[in-house]
């Protein structure tokens, strides 16, 4: 099994090693990551500027290639310029804290999967649940199971699983389940402060709201000492409201 | 009508002035959109840096705010910081270009509409389908006509009108389509370049592939000289492989 690993925490992060150490164990590993971290980066990709590509080393030993760019860049450069073709599976991680309700909007970590996505290439984003993450063992043996359900099942084109693994040792967690994305979003405040020359500056802080009660959603499981498992895709029609607005009858208004 | 514009070309590009100059009309406007062109920065937020905001004047008169972040930072920043309570829409755009099928992931005007969408707020984003766009007056509008179908009308919370309109003169234009998000996306082709000290680096081009045959997609719409709405929220949850998976029995899977 070819594999393609990446993040977004950049590729001097804890948890990628983690993870390309256990996925060494079950196949190809191809590392290309983001040499700076791209966290909240999202689906950003690089069109105004040249990429570049450096080969990393860790431990005196090479350990894949960093790129100056985005999550869903090192992914679209992984598969065109470094592979030359498209891996089995891409896995995105371990990230440094959850990617679970309105966080996958802005996750860096879910875009470089869903890029993958994207190119029809099955793939995973993987994430543990606190910034202060230090235990990716079990996340990433989870990572290489899903790895290896997704080689004997398959996975339909344009999905990709989004994972997530409570920072707790393996001991305390209760299981997996399977789940959909969340509604909890962030309540956001600008603290306002002032620079050495007395100019006014403002950093984004927040606090997620608890909105999902419902076992059913990532970030009640995961609150819960699950590990939730959610299937994404990038249609984002809502087919709900497409049916309301057949009634509209948008066609045969006249703009003013 | 209290309407928040703001877009991802920046606050200096043309299709933004047009669609406020004709927003007056029909209500109260404030911009708040990026110093500099955010072009397809995604959902990108600016967590890890501060952000300032500028007053902006154009043909010597205020204009609006500027702020050196990404366009889903100006919706939040506007809704948090400028305005102080919610506006009744958010429109985002007019873009320069089209941002239909996939490049809806890669959207930054997209993404500061879907922004408000998360905040609960009605949102449109508005594109007009080539980049040497030059004619903003009837995308700017069918922008106007939507806010007021929206404040008769309502849209579900989490929900967002993506409207793109053909780069044509008004009179070529065959009419308004309700459409779903397509499947065209891009062949990537990374060109690589030498720099003047001998250096790689590699730059990001494609081609946009035509998968989408039938008239109910975004893309497919626009190529017929036909306006496309695609209603569309943030929730990517894929429910048609939840279903499958949940055969897979997930949660008695030991973990190797």
Chains 1, 2 share one sequence.
């Not at 925490?9 to 590392?31: M, N, R, T």
């Not at 966290?39 to 950003?44: E, I, K, M, P």
């Not at 999902?212 to 299937?231: C, G, L, R």
Request: glycine content about 8%; proline content about 4%; charged content about 25%.
């Amino acid at each position: 099994m070819k594999i393609l690993i990446s993040n977004d925490d950049g590729i001097g992060s804890e948890g990628i090693y983690a993870l390309a150490q256990e996925l060494k164990k079950i196949g190809e590993v191809i590392v290309v990551a983001p040499l700076h971290e791209q966290s909240a980066v999202g689906h950003a990709i690089t069109m105004k500027l040249p990429l570049r590509v450096t080969k990393y080393m860790k431990n005196n030993e090479f350990f894949g290639y960093a790129v100056d760019g985005t999550p869903a860049d090192c992914v679209k450069m992984g598969v065109r310029n470094i592979l030359m073709e498209n891996p089995d599976i891409v896995v995105s991680g371990i990230n440094h804290g959850s990617n679970t309700a309105t966080n996958v909007i802005y996750s860096g970590t879910v875009s470089a999967a869903r890029e993958a996505a994207i190119m029809d290439i099955p793939a995973i984003a993987i994430s543990v649940t606190s910034h202060d993450a230090n235990e990716f063992e079990y996340a990433a043996r989870v990572a290489a199971h899903f790895c290896k359900v997704i080689a004997e099942k398959g996975l339909k084109k344009g999905t990709l699983l989004n994972i997530n693994v409570p920072n707790k040792p393996e001991s305390e967690i209760k299981g997996i389940v399977l789940t959909k994305q969340g509604h909890s979003k962030w309540d956001d405040v600008y603290e306002k402060r002032v620079d050495p020359y007395g100019k006014d500056y403002y950093w984004l802080t927040g606090t997620l709201l608890p909105i999902d009660k419902e076992p059913v959603y990532d970030q009640h499981a995961i609150e819960n000492d699950y590990v939730s498992i959610t299937p994404i895709h990038f249609d984002l029609t809502d087919n709900e409201t497409y049916d309301e607005m057949a009634a509209w009858d948008i066609s045969g208004q006249a703009i003013g």
